[in-house]
């Protein structure tokens, strides 16, 4: 008996140290809740050999601490048998088993190993038999529950090739077929009784061999080794994860840093070339300013003065009576005609009334000339528009007002247009609309697209917005509006 007990003794030092390797290295993956009901499975093991010491070390004294010491070990064994199985079942659906599920599970551990005892204890009168029963009970539970963690083990195994899980499957199936061995010893001892040989290899004394116990103590550290191992793994993937994680977090800060770069530095460049594109437009101005005057001071000067020359020579031939007066009324008819036109052109390219007198005027003047030269019908309306306006974006208006208008009168086919200069939420806009064929913004080619392409730039280069709105067979609308600083001197809104 003094073997037996320092067998049993040899197991629960074994077990304790398992316990105290898993809790130890748990406490490094406490996320991972297989780990965490299977270092408590296996608590519950080290507290089940524990009280089988207290019991077989104090049962001829204290029957009373025997009594409860024997309630604890069958609470215990059955515990364990609920946690193996609700770990594995977590470690095969990969989640957190639910709160009611471990409930449900922990209560059916400890309902069963209370029937166990009570039901023992109904064979008090026998002790081997009701020894029998608590160990029969008990063995056919955990040899099954182990029979299925060996087989989630195998299973995870074929897809992983992790070896812990392997040596925890092989460990798992082994103990298995030890509890099997076991049950059916107690279970034999319960139907067959005392009347079994002395050589019956199922003999209720199977319990209490060295060799069983021996071979008890290695399945138990086998499977324990197996679990360690496993956390080892985890703990390894996790680590080559987060520095795999790192690596990579790295490699996206650097490559977003260079993206970074490349942004700054396109928008460096677009800067830059908006800068040009402005430069460009300005100097685009200044020369029709220079081409204007010139047709306007020189030439126009100079037709002028040929004018006033043509009309002395008229004004000498009715004198003389000479017969070139019909000749010369041609001419003095044609100089008109060009003079007239130099004007036009003058004022196309660079209108005066733009600079001294500001945007809605100019705008009402061209409107004016446009129509009469196009037979043209242009409603200008303008309303809240302040007097004092940016140069750049009066002149973006009105040449975005000077190219809609020229596109009404050559593509869309109708007789009137309509050009509203408003002020919305401090936001200036001006929208020209026609009520004739439109076209597809989508697919416009050509001059038309040209002009709009440039209308469009012009604005967005002065940081504004513009819009086209037309379908074919519903007329267009355009619309270019920038936002201004302060508040717009109101004015009454008038319509020409």
């Given at each position: 008996?003094?073997?037996?007990?320092?067998?049993?003794?040899?197991?629960?030092?074994?077990?304790?140290?398992?316990?105290?390797?898993?809790?130890?290295?748990?406490?490094?993956?406490?996320?991972?809740?297989?780990?965490?009901?299977?270092?408590?499975?296996?608590?519950?093991?080290?507290?089940?050999?524990?009280?089988?010491?207290?019991?077989?070390?104090?049962?001829?004294?204290?029957?009373?601490?025997?009594?409860?010491?024997?309630?604890?070990?069958?609470?215990?064994?059955?515990l364990q048998v609920s946690l193996l199985v609700l770990g594995v079942l977590s470690l095969q659906t990969g989640e957190r088993p639910p709160r009611q599920r471990l409930r449900i599970g922990?209560?059916?551990?400890?309902?069963?190993?209370?029937?166990?005892?009570?039901?023992?204890?109904?064979?008090?009168?026998?002790?081997?038999?009701?020894?029998?029963?608590?160990?029969?009970?008990?063995?056919?539970?955990?040899?099954?529950?182990?029979?299925?963690?060996?087989?989630?083990?195998?299973?995870?195994?074929?897809?992983?090739?992790?070896?812990?899980?392997?040596?925890?499957?092989?460990?798992?199936?082994?103990?298995?077929?030890?509890?099997?061995l076991y049950s059916v010893a107690a279970i034999?001892?319960?139907?067959?009784?005392?009347?079994?040989?002395?050589?019956?290899?199922f003999d209720l004394s199977l319990l209490i061999r060295p060799l069983w116990l021996i071979l008890d103590s290695i399945y138990t550290f086998g499977i324990g080794i197996g679990v360690v191992m496993m956390l080892l793994e985890k703990h390894e993937r996790i680590q080559r994860a987060l520095f795999e994680g790192d690596v990579y977090t790295k490699n996206v800060s650097e490559r977003n840093a260079d993206l970074q770069a490349e942004i700054f530095r396109r928008e460096r460049a677009e800067r830059e070339l908006r800068n040009l594109s402005i430069r460009l437009m300005?100097?685009?101005?200044?020369?029709?300013?220079?081409?204007?005057?010139?047709?306007?001071?020189?030439?126009?000067?100079?037709?002028?003065?040929?004018?006033?020359?043509?009309?002395e020579l008229k004004r000498e031939c009715a004198e003389k009576r000479m017969p070139v007066g019909g000749a010369l009324d041609a001419a003095l008819a044609e100089l008109r005609a060009v003079g007239e036109r130099v004007r036009l052109l003058s004022h196309q390219v660079y209108s005066s009334s733009l600079e001294l007198l500001g945007l809605v005027p100019a705008l009402t003047e061209y409107c004016k000339e446009f129509g009469e030269r196009s037979q043209l019908r242009i409603e200008f309306v303008h309303a809240y528009v302040p007097t004092a306006?940016?140069?750049?974006?009066?002149?973006?208006?009105?040449?975005?007002?000077?190219?809609?208008?020229?596109n009404i009168e050559e593509h869309s086919g109708s007789c009137c247009?309509?050009?509203?200069?408003?002020?919305?939420?401090?936001?200036?806009?001006?929208?020209?609309?026609?009520?004739?064929?439109?076209?597809?913004?989508?697919?416009?080619?050509?001059?038309?697209?040209?002009?709009?392409?440039?209308?469009?730039?012009?604005?967005?280069?002065?940081?504004?917005?513009?819009?086209?709105?037309?379908?074919?067979?519903?007329?267009?609308?355009?619309?270019?509006?920038?936002?201004?600083a302060g508040r717009p001197a109101t004015t009454i809104p008038e319509a020409s």
């Amino acid at each position: 008996m003094e073997k037996v007990q320092l067998l049993v003794d040899l197991q629960l030092l074994v077990t304790i140290f398992l316990v105290t390797l898993l809790w130890s290295f748990s406490a490094r993956l406490r996320k991972q809740e297989f780990f965490r009901l299977w270092a408590w499975a296996w608590t519950s093991f080290a507290a089940y050999l524990g009280m089988g010491a207290i019991s077989f070390r104090v049962a001829p004294h204290w029957p009373v601490v025997k009594a409860v010491a024997t309630l604890l070990i069958v609470e215990a064994g059955f515990l364990q048998v609920s946690l193996l199985v609700l770990g594995v079942l977590s470690l095969q659906t990969g989640e957190r088993p639910p709160r009611q599920r471990l409930r449900i599970g922990l209560g059916l551990g400890l309902a069963a190993g209370a029937l166990s005892f009570a039901l023992s204890r109904l064979l008090a009168a026998a002790p081997l038999s009701s020894f029998s029963l608590r160990i029969a009970a008990r063995t056919v539970a955990l040899g099954v529950a182990l029979l299925f963690c060996a087989r989630v083990f195998f299973k995870n195994w074929r897809t992983s090739r992790s070896r812990a899980e392997l040596v925890t499957a092989i460990f798992c199936a082994l103990y298995a077929i030890d509890q099997g061995l076991y049950s059916v010893a107690a279970i034999r001892y319960l139907t067959v009784g005392s009347r079994a040989g002395p050589a019956d290899l199922f003999d209720l004394s199977l319990l209490i061999r060295p060799l069983w116990l021996i071979l008890d103590s290695i399945y138990t550290f086998g499977i324990g080794i197996g679990v360690v191992m496993m956390l080892l793994e985890k703990h390894e993937r996790i680590q080559r994860a987060l520095f795999e994680g790192d690596v990579y977090t790295k490699n996206v800060s650097e490559r977003n840093a260079d993206l970074q770069a490349e942004i700054f530095r396109r928008e460096r460049a677009e800067r830059e070339l908006r800068n040009l594109s402005i430069r460009l437009m300005q100097a685009q101005e200044e020369e029709r300013s220079g081409i204007a005057r010139e047709l306007q001071d020189e030439i126009g000067t100079e037709l002028l003065l040929i004018k006033l020359k043509l009309s002395e020579l008229k004004r000498e031939c009715a004198e003389k009576r000479m017969p070139v007066g019909g000749a010369l009324d041609a001419a003095l008819a044609e100089l008109r005609a060009v003079g007239e036109r130099v004007r036009l052109l003058s004022h196309q390219v660079y209108s005066s009334s733009l600079e001294l007198l500001g945007l809605v005027p100019a705008l009402t003047e061209y409107c004016k000339e446009f129509g009469e030269r196009s037979q043209l019908r242009i409603e200008f309306v303008h309303a809240y528009v302040p007097t004092a306006l940016p140069r750049e974006i009066v002149v973006c208006l009105y040449r975005i007002a000077q190219e809609a208008l020229r596109n009404i009168e050559e593509h869309s086919g109708s007789c009137c247009a309509r050009v509203e200069l408003t002020v919305l939420s401090s936001r200036l806009q001006l929208c020209i609309s026609d009520k004739g064929k439109g076209f597809d913004p989508a697919v416009v080619s050509g001059g038309q697209g040209l002009g709009l392409a440039s209308m469009a730039e012009r604005v967005r280069n002065l940081g504004g917005q513009f819009s086209v709105q037309s379908q074919p067979g519903e007329g267009t609308s355009i619309t270019a509006s920038f936002e201004i600083a302060g508040r717009p001197a109101t004015t009454i809104p008038e319509a020409s």
